[in-house]
Nanobody
Framework: QVQLVESGGGLVQPGGSLRLSCVASGTIFSIYAMGWYRQAPGKQRELVATFTSGNSTNYADYVKGRFTISRDNAKNTVYLQMNSLKPEDTAVYYC????????????WGQGTQVTVSS
């Protein structure tokens, strides 16, 4: 079975930074796409940043210039460096990956809470 485990969330003041990590484990033959979504209370889950199946990056407009996604393929890990955080960035951040295991499927992590508050 495939698992995605996020880490790195927490409480940070406005203007601060956090770095999220997501590790994919289990029987993995290929990772086609991997990235981050978030969900704030009362809102739908939304894209933050992803690596696409063509290995290009895709960012939501509201994080461009502030967040950077990176990956370590050897470790099946994706990172999200978040700078200049704003209170409106407060949400649960979820890792998502399109993975080839014994079948091809889309997997989610359990989420990590990011709270931006003074």
């Amino acid at each position: 079975q495939v698992q995605l485990v996020e880490s790195g969330g927490g409480l940070v003041q406005p203007g601060g930074s956090l770095r999220l990590s997501c590790v994919a484990s289990g029987t993995i033959f290929s990772i086609y796409a991997m990235g981050w979504y978030r969900q704030a209370p009362g809102k739908q889950r939304e894209l933050v940043a992803t690596f696409t199946s063509g290995n290009s990056t895709n960012y939501a407009d509201y994080v461009k210039g502030r967040f950077t996604i990176s990956r370590d393929n050897a470790k099946n890990t994706v990172y999200l460096q978040m700078n200049s955080l704003k209170p409106e960035d407060t949400a649960v951040y979820y890792c998502n990956a399109d993975i080839g295991t014994y079948y091809r499927g889309r997997f989610w992590g359990q989420g990590t809470q990011v709270t931006v508050s003074s």
